[in-house]
């Protein structure tokens, strides 16, 4: 009888224990799903860049996914892994590696909106000779691979002792890529030149936010060897990178764009925001943000226009004019409207704003109605003036006192550029 008894106690507790679980479970499915319908009720259901594709079939809702990804932008609904939320995806690819089944493949663009990706040779060298791409402009967005990348691209380039100031190489971009090519030439002992049009190395991890996880596996460098690292914030990794241009005596030259490549007998000519380079090769290791778009009216060369918001605390007590329908416009005004003595406004030639986060549509909302940000809809700048800014609204010319622009309007790809010196680009539709 007492066996009995502690057999049903037993069973009792395994029950107990199983609808926990399954409670649990159905709540964060439920919850899943609601974070999948505020996504395509904002219509931010397609991914920036690298993404995840999940084979239903394959999938047997093990969640190792789920918790590998560290934007949560994966989640488990009716048993199956999903991209729920595609808008916060960098491609860490995390998820990929997590899957015990092999469910995952990371893809560029969608059935819906394709990506331009350059035609690459295994060395990493485009159908042009002389012009090497790597990182994420080539369709590498993870941190690890893009530096691999970088530092095999490197590998392919050789010396060629040209005279005078002549380079072996020019690399353009100073993130992953750009940073382990440039380790690499000094390495080789190559003749390079390596430019950052951003005044701050790190290329794309620089504009993560705050205290995103940027990496989760170690990653071989020229110089250094392997570098073991498990998940490391922005601020860590940029840092750590920091410390290894200090380490090696690497030379970049930040806040120079380049502007132009063409061909010479001996290999390029590069124009650049700064000079002119001749060089026997060209490696490409840019970001997929492209150069800030700009505004193009009188007054946006002073220097109190930027176009990317870095602490919002440094303009405290100002006058601040965001330009931008998207969520960095809007993440921006709103961090701004949160500083004491800031007079914060936001622009936006639309007259309202579709594709954006639910959060921060509630949190423009709220700052709006607490009179912390002032929101101008179908507002276009006509001109920037030293202590003013002046706006068309619907017809009207309004003038506001203004110490910052900050223009969030997003960036432009050299994609023209590079086709033009005859570089193939092939679309991709959701393909590896």
């Known amino acids: 009888m007492q066996d009995l008894s502690s057999w049903l106690l037993y069973v009792a507790v395994l029950a107990l224990i199983l609808g ?24 931010l259901t397609e991914p920036a860049s690298l993404h995840p594709v999940i084979d239903p079939v394959r999938c047997i809702g093990s969640a190792g996914c789920v918790t590998a990804c560290p934007e949560d932008a994966i989640g488990i609904i009716d048993g199956k892994a999903q991209l729920v939320n595609p808008s916060v995806c960098i491609g860490h690819g995390a998820c990929l590696t997590a899957c015990p089944v092999e469910a995952i493949r990371l893809v560029f663009g969608t059935a819906k909106r394709g990506i331009d990706i350059p035609q690459i040779k295994p060395n990493f060298e485009t159908n042009v000779s002389g012009i090497f791409i790597a990182g994420e402009l080539g369709g590498m967005g993870l941190i690890r691979k893009a530096a691999e990348q970088g530092r095999q691209a490197i590998g392919e380039i050789k010396p060629t002792r040209a005279g005078g100031d002549d380079l072996d190489v020019l690399i353009v971009g100073a993130g992953p890529a750009g940073i382990a090519a440039g380790l690499g030439a000094v390495q080789h002992k190559l003749k390079y030149r390596l430019i950052e049009q951003e005044d701050s190395l790190g290329g794309t991890v620089y504009h993560y936010p705050r205290n995103k996880i940027a990496m989760t596996a170690p990653v ?3 110089l250094l060897g392997k570098v073991k690292m498990g998940e490391i914030s922005k601020e860590a990794l940029l840092a750590f990178w920091q410390d290894a241009v200090g380490k090696t005596g690497l030379k970049i030259s930040l806040g120079e764009r380049m502007e132009a490549i063409e061909r010479s007998a001996q290999g390029f000519v590069v124009k650049t925001s700064r000079g002119t380079y001749r060089t026997a090769k060209v490696l490409l290791a840019i970001g997929r943000r492209g150069t800030p778009r700009k505004l193009g009216v009188p007054g946006e060369e002073q220097p109190k226009v930027v176009y990317r918001l870095i602490d919002a605390e440094q303009y405290r007590g100002q006058n601040v004019l965001v330009v931008g329908g998207g969520d960095s416009a809007l993440e921006a005004a709103i961090a701004l409207s949160e500083q004491p003595g800031t007079r914060a406004t936001l622009s936006y030639r639309g007259d309202a704003f579709g594709r954006v986060k639910p959060k921060n549509r509630e949190r423009l909302e709220e700052a709006t109605g607490a009179g912390r940000l002032e929101l101008m809809l179908k507002s276009n700048i006509t001109a920037i003036e030293a202590r003013t800014v002046t706006l068309d609204r619907e017809g009207a010319a309004v003038q506001i006192p203004n110490d910052i622009v900050i223009v969030s309007a997003g960036g432009v790809l050299p994609t023209e550029l590079l086709k033009k010196n005859g570089i193939l680009f092939e679309t991709k539709h959701g393909t590896e």
Do not use: F, M, T
């Open 20 to 43: 926990i679980y399954l409670r649990r479970r159905r709540k964060s499915q439920d919850d899943h799903a609601q974070v999948l319908e505020e996504a395509v009720a904002a219509g």
């Open 220 to 222: 071989q460098l020229p």
